[in-house]
């Protein structure tokens, strides 16, 4: 039971929606193979910068695959079947620009750091220098 999805979505796409089964192509191990693929589905709004809000839905996939002898039973039937569940939970993303005392005020803390760890650093080493330079002088070096 080889089978390809091109694409599978539940409405319209978003800027960084993922859709985990879009190319997913499977080659047969055996003649009669059984395919479950478990959806959930979560409702989503996503709200743009620009005030335009897309209602649509993102999901999750868990796949199983088997040997099924065709028999009714615990081996089930050879096949494709995607099963799917709607959440009760809705995601909302909402798009915003930060500003540019926001994009400043990250600058800052990243500079800070860098001369906080350059500082430790600068102290380690010069602290170190003058401890193995004390035994040098008393002669306890090895």
């Given at each position: 039971?080889?089978?390809?999805?091109r694409?599978l979505?539940?409405?319209?796409?978003?800027?960084?929606?993922?859709?985990?089964?879009?190319?997913?192509?499977?080659?047969?191990?055996?003649?009669?193979?059984?395919?479950?693929?478990?959806?959930?589905?979560?409702?989503?709004?996503?709200?743009?910068?620009?005030g335009?809000?897309?209602?649509?839905?993102q999901?999750?996939?868990?796949?199983?695959?088997?040997r099924?002898?065709?028999?009714?039973?615990?081996?089930?039937?050879?096949?494709?079947?995607?099963?799917?569940?709607l959440?009760?939970?809705?995601?909302?993303?909402?798009?915003?620009?930060?500003?540019?005392?926001?994009?400043?005020?990250?600058?800052?803390?990243?500079?800070?750091?860098?001369?906080?760890?350059?500082?430790?650093?600068?102290?380690?080493?010069?602290?170190?220098?003058?401890?193995?330079?004390?035994?040098?002088?008393?002669?306890?070096?090895?």
């Amino acid at each position: 039971m080889t089978h390809f999805i091109r694409h599978l979505s539940f409405g319209e796409d978003y800027p960084g929606i993922v859709n985990p089964l879009d190319g997913t192509n499977v080659a047969a191990e055996h003649v009669s193979m059984m395919y479950q693929y478990f959806v959930k589905i979560v409702p989503t709004i996503y709200v743009k910068a620009d005030g335009a809000v897309v209602k649509t839905n993102q999901f999750s996939v868990t796949r199983h695959e088997k040997r099924a002898n065709g028999l009714v039973g615990d081996q089930g039937l050879p096949g494709v079947f995607v099963l799917y569940e709607l959440s009760p939970m809705m995601v909302k993303f909402t798009e915003r620009q930060r500003s540019f005392t926001h994009f400043l005020t990250g600058v800052c803390a990243i500079v800070g750091g860098v001369f906080t760890v350059a500082g430790l650093v600068d102290s380690l080493i010069y602290h170190s220098a003058r401890a193995i330079q004390k035994k040098i002088e008393l002669g306890k070096a090895s």
